[in-house]
């Protein structure tokens, strides 16, 4: 039997709490300009929600939820990507100002620009941990800096160090920007042959770290539903020990997932996006710090 229409992550199990009472605040992001191939982002952290609904309390280990999670109303960014990317700016930065734990949920990977724009304000060294198969590291791309293709060179322009996992489709300039600012990396080709390796991180990448997960990051028979998917991405499992080991002892700042676009009558993608977040969140809440000892 279906739910009737829930606007709160775990709404289901939680009903509606204060937000002083929980640490994850989860911010709705249906922001869809420019994307290049397959739509759908914009409906994405609906059907994540929608999804979520559904998740046990219980993810195999502990119970996320026990720290609380509070959803805040969609943000409205249907005007200009400046204007979108500003909102998600400042809601993020509104969530800090809380002392809490902002969880994005996109839309196209263009409202992690928001958010990296209000860990710029933080003052403190900070290193991105993206799970991708793209790099997104263009400058511009159809005309726009502000392209889902550009997401990452934000957050290299604002002097993060990034660490990419899981890539498997570059431009030659994507290529030579790695290597201009020492952007690292560890392809889907290297997991392939290699595995993951121990540490997962270099040794001087920062403490303090902030997640952006594009769900293409994952193999597409893991979650089709998403605008550019690519062949031979990242499994389930292995993606879980990659963010259990980049989690692990560090402090959080916040993470986002990005571009769920929802196939009607297709269930799967939509779930499995939504324990993404949870299983993130239980990672976060046994393993790791928060920025603000909350």
């Not at 709404?11 to 922001?31: K, M, Q, T, W, Y």
């Not at 996320?64 to 805040?72: C, H, K, Q, S, V």
């Not at 993951?196 to 597409?220: A, E, H, K, M, N």
Request: hydrophobic share 40%; aromatic share 10%; proline share 7%.
């Amino acid at each position: 039997m279906k739910s009737p229409a829930l606007t709160g992550f775990l709404e289901s199990e939680l009903g509606r709490p204060r937000p002083e009472d929980c640490l994850f605040h989860v911010i709705p992001a249906g922001f869809e300009k420019t994307v290049s191939y397959g739509t759908g982002t914009a409906r994405g952290p609906q059907a994540l929600i929608d999804a979520s609904q559904y998740l046990e309390l219980y993810d195999g280990f502990s119970v996320p939820a026990e720290r609380g999670i509070y959803t805040l109303p969609p943000l409205s960014t249907s005007h200009s990507s400046e204007q979108a990317v500003n909102t998600i700016e400042a809601a993020v930065t509104s969530v800090f100002d809380a002392k809490k734990i902002p969880v994005l949920l996109g839309g196209e990977h263009t409202v992690s620009v928001g958010a990296f724009r209000a860990l710029s304000r933080l003052g403190v060294p900070v290193g991105v941990v993206h799970f991708d198969a793209h790099a997104d590291l263009r400058d511009t791309y159809e005309g726009s800096s502000l392209s889902h293709a550009c997401a990452l060179h934000h957050a290299v322009a604002a002097g993060f160090s990034v660490f990419q996992i899981g890539v498997r489709s570059l431009s030659e300039f994507d290529v030579a920007y790695r290597k201009e600012k020492n952007v690292r990396f560890l392809d889907a080709c290297d997991l392939y042959g290699k595995g993951v390796p121990s540490p997962l991180l270099p040794p001087d990448f920062p403490q303090t770290i902030y997640i952006t997960f594009d769900v293409d990051g994952l193999d597409p028979s893991v979650i089709p539903a998403t605008g550019t998917p690519e062949p031979g991405g990242l499994f389930w499992f292995q993606a879980m020990e990659m963010l259990m080991a980049a989690i692990s002892g560090r402090t959080i700042l916040g993470f986002d997932v990005v571009e769920l676009a929802p196939i009607p009558g297709h269930h799967a993608s939509d779930f499995a996006a939504a324990r993404l977040v949870y299983n993130i969140m239980g990672m976060i809440s046994r393993h790791g710090r928060t920025f603000f000892g909350s």
